[in-house]
């Protein structure tokens, strides 16, 4: 499995780079919910709760320790109150012998090692005294019932103890003014002292070398609440293996060193740099850290993605009080740039790796893409990545995090836009898809941008009928934005069929031909009802759907209800109507007649035909005003 060593590697050239986060080999996280802050002779000074954003901690881990579910298998340092607390069965009426003993004996063992510290002596000795909780209750932290027992919910007045069950709270310590889970040579002297207790040595699978083996690998990869586990063999009974294997080492047999690398390189790489669709995660790295493109964003994301320290937004747009704002130009320019940049980052020696990961059950989490690069083969991959944002531009939309407003260019939607404008559903001002569903069909999507497959018919298809229902969407802001999708679907599929795309100056379709007809029609009559303050969708959207149906005798009805419209006008619309007069022309009337259920190809025509109405009116209006101003500037003089 390359993307073991893959991952093993990254995690060596992440530690050299000393990056923030990185866990240590032995170690894991774990969210505390108490501090307990003891003096240099071993005397409470403080107990404090801890708020959510505060929680997070990191812990010394056994093999055992790490992926326990159930018996007793202590942290070596920091843990819950039953492995910590000598009076345990004295507040809650439930023995504890077995995990307090264990744990005990185990920080012993750690204090008498050459790689003992005098801090965890002090803390050995003090809960040596047997009195944590007793401690903990004469501050207010815990609640007790009329038995004198810990309540099951924290019940006291004033700060919230954020566990769900008093007896399941996790403690951390601070000795003599140190934080324990911030002090790293703490932190290295445990490493050395549990690598150095021995274990089964073997073949690593990983490595090639005769190391330590594992048995018991971690969890928490997604997240800290994670149970799933990419390696597990707990299959010992009944059916055991399969009946492929006798025992576990004859599947795959892999370091204590080498799992832990790998797992926690992969947890450092999901919380910075992965994308999440519903459960699964999907993360594209460079080993040796170089920088990658974002596999799954919008062109408009790619390009803001690669300014980290660039904020061109803020600097042109960041007194924008609109919710939307149109930045075509500087969004063709930024991607340029940065695949440029992209492409300049690929070395000889490049390794570049895409995964994802998934959970089939709550423990077991499967790889469900996997993709490596290797130097100039990390070229093509970006290549890829331009020509699918290429063949994919149209005029679309997408939400930018740091404006926190929908922003509108000419680029590829993300497959997470694909996937929710084709599956998802209207709810309030959104569109919402289940996320196992969104997420299967983004998992589709992906092999289009890496390995240039194409686009599944079946998705382009459903867009587009959804893109040709309209009144299905209350919101029209949310009905274009399918309708963007659908036209980028359809530019794409028209491209892999080697056909020119249908746009404006290129020889059309009678789809596309229908599309612009409808369009022009929509804009007349939307012109007169915006001069009049009447609020009301148009003839043309109205019978849009029966009019991809069967545009022939529909147009027969749209036509007639135009000429009113045309009339109040008054040879102000005369270009459009030009222009609908020229289309026409074109059209065979056999064929028109003969047409039903137009294509992907209508839903360009209208689109781009619309686009170009509404640019066109913007370049008037602008004359219109620059008449104004030097008009009014000639009159002051």
């Known amino acids: 499995m390359s993307w073991m060593r893959a991952l093993y590697d990254t995690y060596d050239n992440l530690e050299l780079q000393e990056k923030e986060g990185l866990l240590k080999i032995a170690h894991s996280t774990q969210k505390a919910h108490l501090e307990v802050q003891l003096s240099k002779d071993g005397k409470v000074i403080a107990v404090s709760f801890l708020p959510v954003k505060d929680s997070d901690t990191v812990i010394p881990v056994t093999e055992e320790s790490a992926s326990r579910s159930s018996g007793a298998a202590p942290h070596p340092l920091f843990d819950k109150i039953k492995y910590l607390a000598g009076d345990y069965e004295f507040y809650t009426g439930e023995r504890n012998e077995e995990h307090h003993q264990k744990y005990m004996e185990n920080l012993k063992k ?38 004198q027992h810990l309540t099951k919910k924290w019940e006291n007045a004033g700060e919230k103890l954020t566990v769900g069950d008093q007896k399941d709270a996790f403690i951390r310590f601070q000795v003599d003014g140190v934080d324990l889970w911030e002090d790293t040579k703490l932190q290295e002297n445990y490493i050395h002292y549990y690598l150095s207790n021995g274990g089964e040595i073997g073949f690593c699978q990983v490595t090639g070398k005769e190391e330590r083996l594992c048995v018991n690998h971690p969890s928490k990869i997604r997240n800290s609440g994670d149970k799933a586990k990419m390696i ?3 299959d010992k009974t009944n059916f055991t293996y399969r009946g492929r294997f006798h025992d576990v080492g004859e599947a ?33 790295w460079g080993v040796n850290s170089e920088n990658v493109p974002s596999i ?9 993605d690669y300014e980290e320290e660039e904020d061109v937004f803020a600097t042109f747009y960041g007194e924008e009080e609109d919710k939307t704002v149109s930045i075509q130009e500087d969004v063709a320019e930024r991607f340029n740039r940065a695949i440029r940049g992209y492409h300049g980052n690929v070395r000889a020696d490049s390794h570049f790796v895409l995964l994802g990961v998934d959970a089939a059950t709550t423990g077991r989490l499967s790889v469900i893409f996997s993709r490596e690069y290797f130097g100039a083969d990390g070229n093509e991959l970006i290549e890829r990545i331009e020509q699918w944002h ?7 939309s997408s939400y930018n995090k740091k404006l926190q407003k929908r922003v509108y260019f000419t680029g590829a ?21 289940t996320d196992k569903v969104i997420a299967n069909a983004v998992e589709r999507i992906l092999p289009c941008i890496v390995d240039g497959k194409r686009v599944p018919v079946d998705i382009m298809r459903e867009v587009v009928h959804r893109a040709q229902h309209p009144q299905n969407y209350k919101s029209k802001t949310l009905w274009q934005q399918v309708l963007s999708v659908a036209c980028a679907l359809t530019r794409k599929h028209l491209i892999e069929k080697g056909e020119e795309c ?66 109040k006008l008054r040879g ?26 137009l294509d992907g190809t209508f839903c360009l025509g209208f689109d781009s035909q619309r686009y170009e109405i509404i640019e066109e009116a913007k370049r008037i209006k602008k004359e219109n005003d620059e008449k104004k101003m030097k008009k009014l500037e000639g009159e002051e003089k």
């Open 110 to 147: 750690w204090c008498d090692s050459e790689y003992g510290d005098y801090k965890i002596e002090v803390l050995y000795k003090y809960l040596q005294e047997n009195r944590l909780i007793h401690d903990l209750v004469e501050r207010g932290i815990f609640s007790l019932d009329e038995k």
């Open 232 to 234: 597990s063999s707990n």
């Open 252 to 284: 795959y047999t892999i370091s204590y060193e080498a799992s832990q690398k790998i797992h926690n390189a992969l947890k450092w790489l999901i919380e910075r740099q992965g994308v999440k669709v519903g459960d699964k995660e999907f993360v594209l």
């Open 296 to 304: 799954l964003e919008s062109t408009e994301g790619v390009a803001s």
């Open 390 to 396: 290429r063949d994919c531009a149209w005029n679309v």
């Open 413 to 433: 939607p993300s497959p997470y836009e694909i996937a929710l404008c084709t599956y998802g559903r209207e709810q309030g001002n959104s569109i919402k898809g």
């Open 502 to 567: 249908l746009v404006m100056k290129s020889p059309e379709s009678l789809d596309a031909k229908c599309g612009r007809m409808l369009a022009i029609a929509d804009a007349i009559e939307a012109w007169v009802l915006r001069e009049e303050k009447i609020d009301r969708t148009t003839t043309a959207m109205r019978y849009y759907t029966k009019f991809c149906e069967n545009p022939c005798d529909t147009w027969v009805i749209i036509q007639k209800n135009l000429k009113p419209y045309e009339m």
């Open 572 to 597: 102000r619309a005369r270009n459009l109507q030009t222009l609908l007069g020229e289309i026409s022309a074109t059209i065979s009337e056999e064929e028109f007649q003969q047409k039903r259920n």
